[in-house]
């Protein structure tokens, strides 16, 4: 139900939008969070944000990365800007009705996800 989309490769110091529709039916209530891992490296909460809004991120990516919410649309965007060679990965994004969930990354299941790539 989650498509991920809107990765590529682009220049340090360079920013990119990554986009998650859902197409299910409870898009209002759920929590989303994106998610990274690079090669050798377990996953990582990148950033997540509950269903009333609230937003946690990475200490990594924090003051340059932003998630929100498009209810219209059924989309969760990651906005990454300052962007750098450290931040490759592949990028996921996942939701549930509990935030903790998404916080701890307590998922059975992963979409395809989309690939970053940062040149120096």
């Known amino acids: 139900q989650l498509q991920a989309s809107g990765g590529g490769l682009v220049q340090a110091g360079g920013s990119l939008r990554l986009s998650c529709t859902d197409s299910?039916?409870?898009?209002?209530?759920?929590?989303f969070g994106w998610f990274r891992q690079a090669p050798g490296k377990l996953r990582e909460l990148v950033a997540a944000?509950?269903?009333?809004?609230?937003?946690n991120y990475g200490d990594s990516v924090k003051g340059r990365f932003t998630i929100s919410k498009d209810k219209e649309r059924n989309t969760v965007y990651l906005q990454m800007n300052s962007l750098k060679p450290e931040d490759s990965a592949v990028y996921y994004c996942?939701?549930?009705?509990?935030?903790?969930?998404?916080?701890?990354?307590?998922?059975?299941?992963w979409g395809q996800g989309t690939q970053v790539t940062v040149s120096s």
């Open positions: 299910g039916s409870t898009f209002n209530r759920n929590a």
């Open positions: 944000i509950s269903g009333g809004g609230i937003t």
């Open positions: 996942n939701s549930d009705p509990q935030y903790f969930t998404v916080l701890r990354g307590a998922f059975d299941e």
